[in-house]
């Protein structure tokens, strides 16, 4: 039997962390030219590490190859909006109410509506008013 062979990995110079290149980070955020071109994981980390050394947003979107505008949005994300159901009678509403198990005569009427629309037009939307 063969015997297993090991290879030996330094852990103290290891320069990839799940698919990023460490070093290429590093070279952006200390400018060193010429900048190596990032993944968009690379990208979005380096921005971070940036941001946390108090560096200008343009200088990040500059080093990092993106716009200023992507930049701010990496840093602060808006407020998830709620999402918004259509309310009865529609023929989402009716959906709900049959994955509910409820029974609403309004949104049976708009369901049988849209089908009957969907036969007639291709398309169980409402046209537009
Ligand atoms: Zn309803």
Do not use: F
């Not at 030219?33 to 200088?59: G, N, S, Y």
């Amino acid at each position: 039997m063969e015997p297993t062979a090991y290879r030996y990995v330094s852990t103290t110079e290891t320069t990839t962390d799940d698919d990023l290149d460490l070093i290429a980070i590093e070279r952006v955020i200390n400018n060193s030219r010429p900048l190596p071109t990032l993944t968009p994981a690379e990208q979005r980390i380096t921005a971070h590490l940036m941001h946390q050394d108090d560096v200008p947003i343009e200088e990040i979107a500059a080093r990092v190859g993106v716009a200023k505008s992507t930049v701010s949005n990496w840093l602060n994300p808006g407020p998830k909006q709620p999402r918004q159901l259509k309310p009865c009678p529609s023929r989402a509403a009716y959906l709900r109410h049959r994955a509910a198990g409820e029974d609403c005569e309004p949104c049976r009427r708009a369901n049988a509506a849209a089908d009957a629309r969907y036969r007639r037009t291709g398309t169980g939307r409402q046209p537009a008013a």
